[in-house]
């Protein structure tokens, strides 16, 4: 199965940073990559697709790149309802496989 | 405005069963896989398995593979998935998703605790 290792695992950061997360895979998976957003008791929401399209409705602020075993997600400018846990997901292959989380916290 | 909704969770004692349903509304069901991913207490997501539209194609994870079945009535617009053999660490919210490569609509997942 593919490993997806995301980093950092939590991260504290204030209204208006600029926030990136790394996702690294464990072997090349293409673009076959998503970013969810998910708060405390609600499902996981899709942020990003194919590595870097924008799902719709998902706030400009947020960007992905990346393409292979590299990937990023990048909040321009952290807002309060920013606050939530951070998941890469791959669909390269199957068995389909997430990262561990990245928690973003308020500093 | 696509809709799904889970049943069926509830508390069961090792070794025993229990079958999840999903119900889907506002897209046309047997044109999309639908996929099952779980999350423990406190812990990430984990996918558990996949269908295809027609129900031909069917994927599992290893640690489920032989204990859970996953399938599908197009007529009913319902995905199903049957946990047999059940362990204490299948205790999680187990989430229904539609996947088109990218999971893009989740319910709001369905609570299943398995302890004595």
């Known amino acids: 199965a593919i490993q997806l290792t995301q980093s950092p695992s939590s991260l504290s950061a204030s209204v208006g940073d600029r926030v990136t997360i790394t996702c690294r895979a464990s072997q090349g998976i293409s673009s076959d990559l998503a970013w969810y957003q998910q708060k405390p008791g609600k499902p996981p929401k899709l942020l990003i697709y194919d590595a870097s399209s924008l799902e719709s409705g998902v706030p400009s602020r947020f960007s992905g790149s990346g393409s292979g075993t590299d990937f990023t997600l990048t909040i321009s400018s952290l807002q309060p309802e920013d606050f939530a846990t951070y998941y890469c997901q791959q669909f390269n292959i199957y068995p389909r496989t997430f990262g561990q989380g990245t928690k973003v916290e308020i500093k | 405005e696509v809709q799904l909704v889970e049943s069926g969770g509830g508390l069961v004692q090792p070794g025993g069963s229990l079958r999840l349903s999903c119900a889907a509304s506002g897209f046309t069901f047997s044109s999309f896989a639908m996929s099952w991913v779980r999350q423990a207490p406190g812990k990430g997501l984990e996918w558990v398995s996949v269908i295809s539209g027609s129900g031909h194609s069917i994927y599992y994870a290893d640690s489920v593979k032989g204990r859970f079945t996953i399938s599908r009535d197009n007529s009913k617009n319902t995905l199903y998935l049957q946990m047999s053999s059940l362990r204490a660490e299948a205790t999680a919210v187990y989430f229904c998703?539609?996947?088109?490569?990218?999971?893009?609509?989740w319910g709001q997942g369905a609570l299943v605790t398995v302890s004595s």
């Open positions: 998703a539609r996947e088109v490569g990218a999971f893009d609509y």
